[in-house]
Structure formats: C-alpha cells, structure tokens
C-alpha cells in the first residue's frame, strides 16, 4: 500500500484513479474501482441532470468508498449536471475546459475538486482558483492532450504546484506508478487500461482490436471531435482523418444528442449559443465534430461496429494484453510498483 497526498487527500487505499470516459464509465465499473481501493470516476456529460442523479444513487448501493464525478464544463448540461453533483455531495467533483464557479460550494460540504489539464500553466491556474488537486494529461493518452508528454508535465507541474498531481496518459502497470511517483506525481490515473478489464462494458470487438494492437496503433487528429485527440487506428478514424466537414452526418447525429440529453428545441439551440460565447467554447464546426464523435463512439463501445466506429485509445494499448477484472489491475500495479522501487534503489551504487 502507498501512502501519498492523493491517497490522504481522497480517502483511498490505493494511488489509482479511473479516468472519466464518456459512455465507459459506467456506475458498475467506478464501484468496482473504489471497492478495489482506487477512485472512481463517473463520466456525466452524456447525462441529463436526471441521468446523472440516477447514476450516482447507483454507484452509492454498489459502494461506501469516495468516488467522484467527472464534466467538461463547456458541453451540454455542464452547469445542472455540476449543481446535481454538489446537491447530492458526490466527495469528488472532476472538470475539463472551463472555468470553476463551483469550487465554493463543493468545499462547503467537505468535497475536493480536481482541475484536468494538459498545459502546465493551465495546472498552476487550477491551483489559484482553489483546486485541491490537479490530473495533467500528456500526449501518450487517449483521447485529449496536447504537445507535451507525460514525462516532461509530470516534472514541470509538480515543480509548480503544491496540490497533488495525479499523472496521466501512457500509465498501465506498476513500473509506470513508480515512475510518476519518481518524477513528483502523487499517483496517476487510468483510461485505456481500465477499459480492458471484465468489468468494462466496451464491446469485445474493440477489446480485441486493442489486444492486437501495438504502440504504433494509434492515430492522433482534431478530425474525431473538433479538438486534437488520439483514437486507436481502425477503419473509421483513418476514415475520419481523411475526411472534410461532416455536414449530413453531423447533422444527423447532433439530434442523436438532442434525444439523448432530453432538450427541447429552443434548450438545444441555447446550448449552441453558450458553448460558442464559453471562455474556451466551441464554434459551430467543432460541436458538429463532437457530435459524430458521439455516435461514432457509441457505435463502437455499444455496438461494436469496427466499420464506422471509433474508439478513443492511448498508446499504452500496446503494452496492454490481457483482460483481468478491475481488482487484480490495481493489486498487480501497487504490488510492481513496490518491487519496482525496491529494485530501482538497489541499482543505485553508493
């Protein structure tokens, strides 16, 4: 068992968090991760306010543990599915792109907050806005990064910043935990690696698209969702890197998300105009991008469709083969992690 900021800051047993996945991060798997010690993270922005309500009920008859919910505070329902959250005083509350107007509220009732960032000077904000924590995300991961790679944030960051930093992208196994504990993080989190597991619903065709694939295997565009991210190579997302604006297929799925979020008309259309007027928002091509990316996505995690589906991915798929339950991950990380630093200190000639 490690003992670090993030451990003592959260409540948990273990420095391990799942990192919050649209249409993956199911109230099933986040239980699991907190009964096996780690935080879990329930991903709301696919949700309407009464989704998300539903599924925190949920995850609290499958667990007793601190969990967490995870929103990108420039997408639809942002600020009712964050007022969800606090009213039912979820311990965590986790954003992505914006603002937090919340963080008050959440510390009124004990809660933490945790800002998720890929810029350093983006981590350091986090921290003077009052953030108890921060995950800096590097290039190796899925879906959205930004230039630099983890081994170089982790150290700039943690130079920085004196909230915990909770490490992400490329980190699948102990020797990677032990690395970002070296490098100044206080543990890391997980998305492609916890997507591997039993527990995970992502559909058996693209669990064994990722067992096949090697490091190499993944491709990274702003073509998935308007905003520079990395998918695993299939059929789709080569397809999708090729093509020009999606107008017909945007369209189309726009209303998919319209159905699924539960607006009326005149809602849909606000919500296009606050997104764009957002202090980082979104102009009306990259919405109609995120909105293929959802169906897309959909396609591929529900359904399994390696034809027009796409799977957002990080390079650690390649160092990823085998589908264990989400316990033995985290039992076999924390117990590499300790003979990988036990190994380190004996290769140091004194």
């Known amino acids: 068992m490690f003992k670090t900021k993030m451990t003592e800051l959260f409540g948990i047993n273990h420095p391990i968090m799942l990192a919050g996945m649209n249409w993956i991060t ?29 599924a925190i009920k949920e995850i609290r008859k499958l667990t007793d543990k601190p969990f967490g919910v995870n929103q990108i505070l420039i997408g639809p329902g942002a600020r009712e599915n964050i007022q969800t959250a606090i009213d039912e005083k979820v311990p965590v509350i986790n954003y992505a792109l914006g603002k937090p107007w919340f963080i008050d509220q ?12 890929a810029i350093a000077r983006h981590a350091v904000r986090a921290e003077q806005l009052g953030c108890d924590a921060v995950v800096i995300t590097g ?21 920085h910043v004196k909230i ?3 490490a992400a992208g490329g980190f699948h196994d102990g020797r990677g935990l032990a690395a970002a504990l070296a490098l100044g993080a206080s543990g890391i989190s997980m998305g492609t690696r916890f997507m591997m597991t039993k527990e995970c619903h992502l559909h058996d065709n693209f669990k064994q698209l990722c067992l096949q694939a090697t490091e190499q295997d993944t491709v990274y565009s702003n073509r998935f969702d308007g905003m520079d991210g990395r998918a695993l190579k299939s059929k789709a997302s080569l397809e999708l890197m090729k093509k020009g ?4 297929e945007a369209t189309s799925a726009a209303m998919e998300i319209k159905r699924l979020l539960k607006l009326s008309w005149w809602q849909f259309i606000g919500l296009s105009f606050k997104m764009m007027s957002a202090d980082e928002g979104s102009p009306l091509w990259v919405q109609a991008r995120q909105a293929v990316a959802a169906k897309r996505s959909l396609l591929a995690i529900e359904k399994g469709d390696t034809d027009k589906g796409f799977l957002f991915a990080g390079q650690d798929c390649g160092a990823i083969d085998d589908i264990p339950s989400v316990k033995e991950v ?19 000639v004194k």
């Open 164 to 166: 915990p930093v909770i």
């Open 106 to 117: 959440v510390h009124a009732y004990g809660g933490k907050v945790i800002g998720t960032t």
């Open 330 to 348: 985290i039992d076999r990380i924390i117990a590499q992690a300790e003979q990988t630093l036990e190994a380190t200190r004996q290769k140091i």
């Open 245 to 248: 604006f999606p107008m017909a």
């Open 139 to 159: 290039r190796e991961a899925a879906a959205h990064g930004a230039e630099a790679t983890s081994l170089v944030l982790i150290t700039i960051v943690s130079s």
């Open 26 to 54: 199911t109230p099933e798997l986040v239980a699991h991760v907190c009964n096996a010690g780690g935080l879990g993270m329930l991903a709301v922005a696919q949700f309407s306010p009464d989704d998300t309500l539903k």
